[in-house]
């Protein structure tokens, strides 16, 4: 799942890897080439509900704990409610992520 032909697949674009593990279980990668950074989420969807949800990418936030504290704001919560989760964590929290907004995240994060 790292090499280049996986992540960056020739002829129809994907945005991502989806694997069924079984009825209600999926195995996400995602990523979304914002201008000048990428962003790519790894995690699960059990029974419509976000699991073991890891972000990563090549952009800049602070403080460091920044991407825990969403990913922890993800957890446990209903896929639908990813736009919510989204505006209230931006809207509350005092953190610098320049450049990179709810719509990035919702671009790799909407099921």
Same mark, same amino acid.
């Given at each position: 799942?790292?090499?280049?032909?996986?992540?960056?697949m020739? %002829?129809?674009?994907?945005? %991502?890897?989806?694997?069924?593990?079984?009825?209600?279980?999926? $195995?996400?990668?995602?990523?979304?080439?914002?201008? %000048?950074?990428? $962003?790519?989420?790894?995690?699960?969807?059990?029974?419509?509900?976000?699991?073991?949800?890891? $972000?990563?990418?090549? #952009?800049?936030? #602070?403080?460091?704990?920044?991407?825990?504290?969403?990913?922890?704001?993800?957890?446990?919560?209903?896929?639908?409610?990813v736009?919510?989760? !989204?505006?209230? #964590?931006?809207?509350?929290?005092? #953190?610098?992520?320049?450049?990179?907004?709810?719509?990035?995240?919702m671009?790799? !994060?909407? $099921?």
């Amino acid at each position: 799942m790292m090499s280049n032909e996986w992540l960056y697949m020739k %002829g129809k674009r994907v945005t %991502g890897r989806v694997v069924k593990v079984r009825s209600g279980l999926d $195995i996400m990668r995602r990523m979304h080439k914002a201008p %000048g950074r990428l $962003i790519r989420a790894d995690f699960a969807v059990d029974d419509g509900r976000f699991v073991d949800v890891s $972000i990563s990418g090549d #952009f800049f936030c #602070f403080p460091k704990d920044t991407i825990d504290q969403l990913t922890s704001s993800l957890e446990g919560r209903p896929t639908d409610e990813v736009f919510t989760v !989204l505006t209230d #964590f931006y809207s509350k929290q005092d #953190f610098e992520m320049p450049e990179v907004t709810v719509d990035y995240w919702m671009q790799i !994060l909407k $099921i």
